[in-house]
């Protein structure tokens, strides 16, 4: 039942994803590059500064260690300017991916019957809805940026930290599950909270 | 409070003192809920940065011992540490990466739960086509009307027919049911009791756009918005000399007197700085021409002139009159001398028709009407 349960939120998950690449699929396509490239960059800040301190205080050649600054140097600015631009491109066609959904809401409230168009129950639900779509609306980022980056930076940095020290690696990733589910329960939480919050925020936007 | 539009309001009656507490409530509420949700979070977020510490002091004790015994050398102890560190949190980011998007699937939900809302009268299949060549008569038949929530009913057992070129008017006291009747007529609302036909057929068989298509409205709650004045009259239907009718055919051409840019002058400050404000009764007249350049085989006008002075009034009423041959005409209104040139008039009390006839019979009855009009004329006596 409950492999069934995760099975069908991984499918809405991938529709939600769907639509939205269908809709806007620039901003997959940035949010990807984004993701790749700022964990490209923090590969690079941990393992090129450790070359060349191995490479200074070793009995390397000179021209190897301005080689790897070189390299280093480089690598960081063409990255930065890469992950700036990729970040700016990507919010912009985030927002423009948000205000599609909120085009769906406004086309849903021209459509819906007059009535739920005035009861206090349809407003908070209306209210609700468009706070979501900020939400929900970054599944997109978290498949292309986030978990496409963190893959790639997890398959570096195991092959870096395996290397030196097998063992940790499994103790490293039991605490890590812990303190996921820890985050799981957070998660929960906000969740649940935010359905009074919008309507409580609601009353402010009135009031304000 | 920083609606513009409530300024005048709040500075009359010093309510900014009553306005703020009110916001102040509000505001307290909403963060109440942050502060219990903080609270809630708390604990979870401890066991987090507990096992966090764990790890980072458990790397640098591995990281240290192999140093010590030679095994590793500076770079690649600074290598080590750097690395486990965003592994650490490269794991944790790809779980959490996971119970986001699972729990993104409940934000989803509640988007879901608003855009699945039934739309049974936008979306429900034309059974009856609108006669293209003619106006049909409008039948109320044992009507009656409870809004949601409510147990009073606001429209009881309404009867009545208007004929394609007849002009009817409703009158009565606030809170007698004539705007209401004007929203069952334009299927905002199914009334909860008895039918109301167009041309002999119930009107929730014909397509709800196309039976919309029918009418020309102005209310009395209108809304300017804040786009060009053409814009505001046509929206995106635009046609030059079916505008420069409209503008020859009603109060407009003083409005576009005051605008730099004509028919293209922006209306509010939120896209050009080349608008104009305009007073309640350009306002109104704007409404007014938006209905007109509608054409509608249906003018509904619910209060279409409260907001202009007796002398724009009185030339309101008469381009409304013109604007009305030979089409059918409902007019909502509390000032009896604009009832005048109506055929029918439904004097409604309580959500009931008490009485019904034109402006003559209704003042030799002397019942209701007779007593309101006689109220409002004895101020012009």
Redesign the interface.
Same mark, same amino acid.
């Given at each position: 039942m409950k492999k069934c349960k995760h099975l069908n939120n991984a499918k809405l998950v991938l529709q939600i994803w769907g639509e939205q690449f269908r809709e806007c699929p620039k901003v997959s396509i940035y949010e990807a590059c984004h993701g790749i490239v700022s964990k490209l960059k923090t590969v690079l800040e941990v393992v090129l500064p450790a070359m060349v301190v191995d490479s200074l205080t070793g009995s390397r050649p000179f021209v190897r260690t301005a080689v790897l600054i070189a390299l280093y140097a480089c690598a960081t600015s063409v990255l930065g300017l890469l992950d700036r631009s990729t970040k700016l491109m990507q919010e912009a066609y985030g927002y423009q991916a948000v205000n599609l959904r909120f085009n769906k809401i406004n086309r849903k409230a021209m459509s819906v019957d007059f009535k739920d168009t005035e009861s206090a129950e349809s407003l908070d639900r209306m209210e609700t809805a468009k706070d979501s779509v900020w939400e929900f609306n970054d599944v997109g980022y978290v498949i292309c940026n986030d978990l496409l980056g963190n893959i790639f930076s997890f398959a570096v940095m195991s092959a870096v930290f395996v290397s030196l020290n097998p063992w940790i690696y499994p103790v490293v990733l039991l605490m890590t599950v812990v303190s996921t589910y820890a985050e799981r329960k957070k998660l929960k939480i906000t969740h649940d909270s935010y359905v009074m919050e919008s309507k409580a925020k609601r009353r402010v936007n009135y009031c304000r | 409070?920083?609606d513009q539009r409530l300024g005048k309001e709040i500075r009359a009656y010093q309510a900014d003192q009553f +306005?703020l507490e009110?916001?102040r409530d509000?505001?307290s509420? &909403?963060l109440s +809920?942050?502060e219990?949700?903080e609270k809630?979070?708390r604990k979870?977020?401890l066991?987090?940065q507990g096992? &966090?510490l764990?790890?980072i002091l458990?790397?640098y004790l591995?990281a240290v011992i192999?140093f010590r015994r030679g095994a590793?050398? /500076?770079?690649?102890f +600074?290598?080590?540490v750097?690395?486990?560190q965003? +592994?650490?949190q490269? /794991?944790?980011?790809?779980?959490?990466?996971f /119970?986001?998007?699972?729990? /993104?699937?409940? &934000?989803?939900q509640?988007?879901l739960? &608003?855009?699945n809302?039934?739309?049974?009268?936008?979306?429900a299949a034309a059974e009856a086509d609108i006669p293209k060549d003619r106006t049909g008569s409008l039948e109320f038949k044992n009507v009656s009307f409870t809004y949601?929530?409510q147990t009073e009913p606001a429209v009881r057992n309404v009867s009545f027919v208007i004929r394609p070129d007849e002009k009817a008017a409703f009158v009565g006291d606030n809170g007698a049911g004539k705007t209401t009747l004007i929203?069952l007529m334009l299927r905002?609302?199914d009334p909860t009791e008895g039918m109301i036909f167009y041309d002999g057929v119930d009107i929730r068989k014909y397509g709800y756009a196309d039976y919309l298509k029918l009418f020309s409205c102005a209310f009395q709650d209108f809304r300017i918005f804040s786009y060009s004045l053409k814009e505001n009259i046509c929206f995106d239907d635009e046609n030059p000399e079916k505008l420069q009718d409209v503008i020859d055919k009603t109060m407009l051409d003083r409005v576009i007197q005051k605008c730099p840019d004509g028919v293209d002058t922006y209306l509010g400050k939120a896209f050009s700085e080349r608008s104009v404000e305009l007073s309640g009764g350009e306002q109104q007249s704007v409404a007014i021409a938006r209905a007109f350049y509608k054409d509608g085989r249906i003018a509904v006008f619910d209060e279409p002139t409260a907001a202009l002075d007796p002398m724009k009034e009185h030339a309101a009423y008469e381009e409304l009159n013109d604007f009305c041959e030979g089409r059918m005409a409902v007019f909502v209104s509390h000032r009896m001398g604009s009832t005048i040139f109506c055929n029918k008039i439904f004097v409604l009390d309580e959500g009931r028709i008490v009485e019904e006839g034109d402006h003559s019979s209704l003042m030799e009855a002397k019942g209701l009407y007779y007593d309101m009009y006689e109220d409002q004329a004895c101020y012009y006596r």
């Open positions: - | 409070m920083q +306005l009110k916001y509000a505001e509420g &909403y +809920l942050i219990a949700r809630a979070l979870w977020s066991l987090q096992i &966090y764990f790890e458990l790397t591995v192999e590793i050398a /500076v770079g690649a +600074l290598m080590y750097g690395a486990s965003e +592994l650490f490269v /794991v944790r980011d790809i779980f959490d990466n /119970v986001e998007m699972s729990l /993104v699937t409940g &934000y989803y509640d988007y739960d &608003y855009m809302l039934k739309e049974t009268m936008s979306a949601p929530g929203k905002l609302y």
